[in-house]
Every structure is written in C-alpha cells, then in structure tokens.
C-alpha cells in the first residue's frame, strides 16, 4: 500500500493545510460580516442580489470548513458580531460606500478567493480537501463572472489602459 492511501478522511492535516484553511476561514468570516453592511449601503438591487448570493456562498462553504477543523481538534477564528440592518437613508451621503465601490470589493475578494483555493489544492495530500477547494474554486469563478457582467452592464468596471493601437501588415 501506498503512502497516505486508504480514506483519505482519515488522514491527518499537514500544517500548511490546516494554515491555509484557517485562512481561507477567517476571511470569509470576515468578508461575510462586510457584506452584510454592503447591503445596508447598496441602492442597487442586482448588486444587492450579488451580496445576498455571496453571503449564501461564504455560509455553505464555511460550515463545510468548520466541520473539517472540528474533526481535527483545530480551534476555528473568531467571527465577527452579525451586521445590524439599516436603510440607506440612514447613513449619510458622506459616509456611504457606493455600488461601484462595493461591487470593486466584491471582484476583489472573488479574485483572492481564487488563487487561496488554488493555493490549497496545489499543496493538499489529501484528496477530499483538494476535490472540496476545487468545488469551492468552481463556485467562486462562477461568481466572478457574474459580477464581471454585472460591472460591464452598468459602467462600473474599470479597465487598465486598454492597448488599442494595433499595428497592421503590410
């Protein structure tokens, strides 16, 4: 038999997976409390929508992470306090976040969240794990594409210099 081999549930974590993990865990922790105050600031209802799917997103993965650190006697980080409602007429012009600003936010943490879940695939023994970011990285592309469209449809995306001046054969 092979090294490592057999269900891989029952293969220990080597320490840069479960760094890694944590990771992974603690920031969406954090971007799950974000986007909850996202939405107390956002006007636009398919932006809000995004938020509303992130939020489902970073939940459904972070139970399926928590379980896996319990499993293995790792202590989870801490999580931020739930976001209080507001109406966006509360909070004042000045100290408002703006869609475009929120939606930037949103394709930020999408583009980190992919290289974390390649990063964890690349180093992973454990195939469960690895299949698990996949899935995850899956999830996290096709977000990254709705939001892509999202930001082209209402002029929100904002381009480096485009290199337009192509040269021509002769």
């Given at each position: 038999?092979?090294?490592?081999?057999?269900?891989?549930?029952?293969?220990?974590?080597?320490?840069?997976?479960?760094?890694?993990?944590?990771?992974?865990?603690?920031?969406?922790?954090?971007?799950?409390?974000?986007?909850?105050?996202?939405?107390?600031?956002?006007?636009?209802?398919?932006?809000?929508?995004?938020?509303?799917?992130?939020?489902?997103?970073?939940?459904q993965e972070s139970e399926r992470i928590e379980?896996?650190?319990?499993?293995?006697?790792?202590?989870?980080?801490?999580?931020?306090?739930?976001?209080?409602?507001?109406?966006?007429?509360?909070?004042?012009?000045?100290?408002?976040?703006?869609?475009?600003?929120?939606?930037?936010?949103?394709?930020?943490?999408?583009?980190?969240?992919?290289?974390?879940?390649?990063?964890?695939?690349?180093?992973?023994t454990r195939e469960d794990i690895a299949m698990?970011?996949?899935?995850?990285?899956?999830?996290?592309?096709?977000?990254?594409?709705?939001?892509?469209?999202?930001?082209?449809?209402?002029?929100?995306l904002v381009t480096p210099p485009l290199h337009?001046?192509?040269?021509?054969?002769?």
């Amino acid at each position: 038999m092979g090294i490592l081999s057999g269900d891989p549930k029952k293969q220990p974590l080597h320490y840069g997976e479960i760094s890694n993990i944590w990771a992974y865990l603690f920031t969406a922790k954090g971007n799950y409390a974000a986007y909850q105050t996202f939405l107390n600031h956002c006007g636009d209802q398919d932006l809000k929508k995004q938020l509303e799917d992130g939020i489902s997103l970073i939940k459904q993965e972070s139970e399926r992470i928590e379980e896996i650190l319990k499993i293995n006697g790792i202590a989870l980080p801490p999580s931020p306090p739930e976001r209080s409602y507001a109406t966006l007429e509360d909070i004042p012009v000045g100290a408002r976040f703006n869609d475009a600003e929120i939606s930037a936010a949103i394709s930020g943490n999408i583009a980190k969240s992919l290289v974390a879940c390649s990063t964890i695939i690349g180093q992973c023994t454990r195939e469960d794990i690895a299949m698990l970011f996949g899935q995850f990285h899956m999830n996290q592309a096709q977000a990254g594409a709705k939001i892509l469209r999202l930001n082209k449809e209402k002029g929100w995306l904002v381009t480096p210099p485009l290199h337009t001046n192509i040269p021509t054969k002769n």
